[in-house]
């Protein structure tokens, strides 16, 4: 999700141009193209929000491309160390206190990740949407003096993907500023917003980003991006299962 | 023993059996209860068996599975086979063979919008399962699979209302390759089936079998072969050609080992209806024990003269026992006759949803079969005579031993 908030975020609007009669899919495409093969380094924090509790977590989180993240806890003390790697659509954790590097069976894919409101699969696997669904332009509007793109992305009739269509605002500095998550028959099911964009790194980032089902407003998990660098030289061995366990950096 | 004398002994003892009738009466009615309580029971009792079997039998499927070695401790997509072929083929080609099927079975997740549960995944080939018998018989909505080549899939009631999902809708199908890394496709719900237990409806999905094998990428391997010859009781005779046709690192077994406990409740059942009613009649017995006791104590005098006048004690002996087989044989009559009139109607289900959740956990549909065996029938008429005689013995012997002067002069 941190690969969310980048393909969020990831802003890019200065280098490419404004394109009026872009078609829904080279918007996408453009927006992803860009953020391919880039290489982040970002602190985050991660908020996870009930009715009756709520909790907070720091991370440190490393991307490369869309197939390669590591994310691993700074704090609190008690998950500390907890690292997550994802490497072409596979998952692993691993747990300092059992020592153990665990794949993630594709069984629990679908459940939450770290018990916040994102899937072990919306981790994992969220630039599934380039080629797995049909992209179409569906509306435009203005907001602070940017255009926003409205493409409704259905997938393929056989992706691996439960909802029955996405629906993207895009602006046209191509900050994602909100991911719908629709089921098959219509009903909106959870939303990701961005909640705040700011300039990091010399771009423009959705630095807040929020999961929240509609169902249950009171439950939502707040992402948000502290201090990122953009196209930072990365070891070799960073994705790597070795590293996941042993830290070198 | 003379022709003449048994049939004035028997006339006797049918016409001592009337002279109180409202106890002979009363009698009667006692055993034909127990007798029809023993066969009401044993028929319910057979009812939950065969439900048990043959639900334990279709879920299997079939009475002898072939498997990789270790694919029953791990039943996973690495531990797979290649289909039947050479020797085996032929094998299963011939009698007493009645059908077979290969399928692919592993653990998988199925995801919708609003949940994913984890589910055993059966590729199949529609032809061929049907051929077994083990393709679920209720399509409650849509269709089943066509072909080995569908690329739709057939979940349970209970799992589609767990999803949250319906006919039509797409779902994520999710498992593993034999590499362990995850393998998982779109899918849309073509047909959703009704099982006698919920719990078969939430664990069985049923996809096309090239289809699964597709997207596993196993090639043409499956998981087993189930084979069936149509008579459980039997299979012993016939796996072990089987067994000795399949090559290396393959596994044979019959359903009795596949499903222990299933095989030991079928062999424990026919003695327990044996207790059952042996436990019956020995409630029975003392009430017909002390008719016939009060019958010899009432006619000891008349015993005593029929000696005098130069019966033999064979005679009375024979006498009073025929007079209990009377009385046992009316009243099993009336007993069995009660049983059919009353298990008959019953046969197509008791509604027994009340207690649905109980009968479950023993693997019981909502629906009680009773089953009316012939068996049953017969074992609780042997058990009624033989112990029955056995029973009117004691007074029989007694009136049998009788001194005919101090019968005579016996005075009530």
Known sequence: ?249 | MKRGSLSVVSTLAWRNLWRNHRRTLIMLLAIAIGVWAMIFMAALMRGMTDEMMRNGLNNLPGEVQIHQANYRDDPSVANSMAPPAGELARELARPPVAAWAARVRVPAVVASERDSRGVTLLGVDPASERAIGSLPGDIQEGRFLEDEHDRGLVIGRKLASRLETALGKRVVLMSQDPQNDIADRGVRVVGIYRARLEGTEDQFVYAGRAAVQEMLGIGDRVSEVAVTAHDYRAVDRWYPQLAAAVGQGLEVAPWTELDSFLASYLSVQDGFSLVFMVVVFLVLSFGLVNTLAMAVFERVREIGLMQALGMPPSLILGQLLLESLYLLGLGLALGNLLALASIRPLESGIDISAVAQGMEMMGMGTTLYPALALTDMAMSTAVVIVLGLLASLLPAWRAARLEPVTALNTTM
């Open chain 1, 1 to 249: 999700m941190w690969k969310s908030v980048l393909a969020l975020g990831l802003m890019l609007c200065a280098t490419l141009g404004r394109g009026e009669d872009l078609t829904a899919d080279e918007i996408i495409r453009k927006a992803m193209d860009h953020y391919r093969g880039q290489t982040s380094n970002a602190e985050m924090s991660m908020l996870i929000h009930r009715p009756d509790w709520q909790r907070e977590m720091s991370m440190h989180a490393w991307t490369e491309g869309d197939k390669r993240t590591l994310v691993r806890v700074t704090a609190p003390a008690k998950d500390a160390g907890n690292g997550t790697l994802s490497v072409d659509g596979n998952m692993w954790t691993y747990s300092p206190k059992i020592n153990r590097v665990v794949k993630v069976p594709s069984s629990m894919m679908s459940q939450n990740w770290m018990g916040s409101d994102f899937s072990n699969k919306d981790v994992s696997k969220d630039t599934d949407i380039i080629d797995q669904y049909d992209h179409e332009l569906v509306g435009q509007y203005e907001e602070q003096g940017h255009q926003v793109y409205v493409i409704q992305s259905i997938p393929h009739e056989e992706a691996a993907v439960v909802w029955g269509k996405e629906v993207l605002h895009i602006r046209d500095d191509w900050v994602m500023l909100q991911q719908q998550f629709w089921d098959q028959e219509d009903r909106l099911v959870k939303t990701l917003r961005a909640l705040e964009i700011k300039e990091m790194d010399g771009r423009n980032v959705a630095s807040v980003i929020r999961m929240g089902k509609e169902e249950a407003p009171e439950e939502w998990t707040e992402v948000r991006t502290l201090q990122v660098d953009f196209d930072v030289d990365q070891p070799e061995n960073l994705f790597t299962l070795s590293n996941l366990r042993n830290p070198r950096e």
